[in-house]
């Protein structure tokens, strides 16, 4: 399956005037960026103040703008440089693409403001059992995390998802057809009986300053909860 992420995301700090703008690029046969972004944070005043560089898969640096432009004559003199390796030097660089071995470059020089943020972990030994997940995407389904007990409605508890991850795949088909119809049921005995539904723990209101809807979490009554005897049966 082939998946590519591209376009341009703005992020923006309400309260400071700052934001971040974030180019995903595009793949192209002319220009191999396929997952690299670029992001310019700017000040409250528009200026521009910092560059995040890096691939999305692989790692992500922060560079000051003196160092962005150091990066970018590095980077043209190492595309200028590979122009004029042999076939063999060039699938010997391949796994070594000018971005990164401009940005390790530039990190290891301790006069250049250029630091990396994140960089990917190597996958556990079992990942292949596991849909090729990191250690992170394993955990995110965890039942229970730190003896804190979730709500049985929360989805970390569908049993079609625990199948499909055990790799029981045609009963986890069988198990979601299951929920759903179960789901369609409770609707309708609602819309009979004319009941409305209302979320228990988020409020929905309106951003007090994009004035868009916005869903506010009852922060003290979930936290604090203990008895769940209130959630519905919804699996």
């Given amino acids: 399956m082939w998946m590519e992420q591209h376009g341009v995301i703005e992020i923006n700090n309400l309260t400071t005037k700052e934001k ?12 191999n960026d396929l997952n690299k972004i670029e992001a310019t944070c700017y000040d409250a005043k528009g200026a521009k103040v910092r560059v995040l560089v890096g691939d999305w898969t692989k790692c992500i640096y922060s560079l000051s703008m003196d160092a962005m432009k150091k990066y970018q004559d590095l980077l043209s003199t190492q595309h200028k440089s590979d122009k004029h390796l042999s076939k063999a030097e060039k699938k010997e660089v391949k796994e070594s693409a000018p971005m990164h071995r401009a940005l390790l470059q530039l990190e290891a020089d301790e006069a250049c403001d250029c630091r990396c943020l994140w960089k990917v972990r190597r996958r556990p030994s079992n990942s292949h059992q596991m849909y090729n997940m990191t250690k992170f995407a394993m955990s995110i389904n965890q039942p229970d995390v730190d003896g804190y007990q979730t709500a049985p409605t929360d989805s970390r508890k569908r049993p079609d998802i625990r199948m499909l991850e055990n ?3 045609d009963a986890a088909s069988t198990e979601k057809g299951r929920l759903e119809e179960k789901q369609r049921a409770a609707r309708k005995v609602r819309t009979k009986k004319k009941l409305e539904w209302t979320p228990r723990w988020f409020e929905k209101t309106k951003h007090p300053q994009t004035k868009s809807d916005d869903w506010k979490l009852y922060a003290d009554k979930f936290h604090k909860r203990v008895d769940w005897s209130a959630c519905p049966d919804i699996f």
């Fill in 20 to 31: 971040c703008v974030v180019e995903f690029k595009s793949y192209s046969w002319f220009t």
């Fill in 167 to 169: 790799g029981d795949i």
